[in-house]
């Protein structure tokens, strides 16, 4: 199936640090989200991105999708403790009926 | 209260044995779906249904089956012949019959076949 890359696939950081995860896709995507899942928890929805070049901001964390629509990136100002977890970005096309989930980035936060 | 339930949360089979893990939604949404988790690996999509009595193949499908009976309902089937069976199965529902919505997530089944 269509490959969605996410590096890095481990950070480990201070807490009040910033993160960068970073989403790659060979093809152009149609749209993309992000999830979160907590350890031992299930995924929850943070955001959806479709337009060329969109920026979208939810508090400390900023979302980016590409000009090209092959990249996307999830940016958190100032890491917590509460946001440790792992993020994924989701890939849909239902036009070629691919979804599909990158392979995470899980951030440590020390305290 | 709205949500996701997917029963049990820990399921111990041997080997050999067909298993059915349940996934029920009160959402009203149309599109349900059904991902596999390794650890420390990202979700695989296993079947997804966007209406009731249809259902497509993703990128794992063999070793499973999945039935759509009712709306609200989704379960599945992880047959003897998935050869490594053991892991963390994840059901999901978006609203909608496209799949350009939010996934909400019900809380997994830890499947360890013994």
Known sequence: GQQVMQIPQYQHVQEGEDF????????????IQWYKQRPGGH????????????VKKQKRLTFQFGEAKKNSSLHITATQTTDVGTYFCFRLDTGRRALTFGSGTRLQVQP | DGGITQSPKYLFRKEGQNVTLSCEQNLNHDAMYWYRQDPGQGLRLIYYSQIVN?????DIAEGYSV???KKESFPLT?????????????C???????????????PGTRLTVL
């Open chain 2, 54 to 58: 249809d259902f497509q193949k993703g």
């Open chain 1, 20 to 31: 960068t995860t970073y989403c790659n896709s060979s093809t152009t995507l149609s749209n």
């Open chain 2, 67 to 69: 039935s759509r009976e």
């Open chain 2, 92 to 106: 999901a529902s978006s609203p909608g019959r496209n799949s350009y919505n939010e996934q909400f997530f019900g």
């Open chain 2, 78 to 90: 992880v047959t003897s012949a998935q050869k490594n069976p053991t892991a963390f199965y994840l």
């Open chain 1, 43 to 54: 995924p929850v929805f943070l955001i959806q991105l479709v337009k060329s070049g969109e």
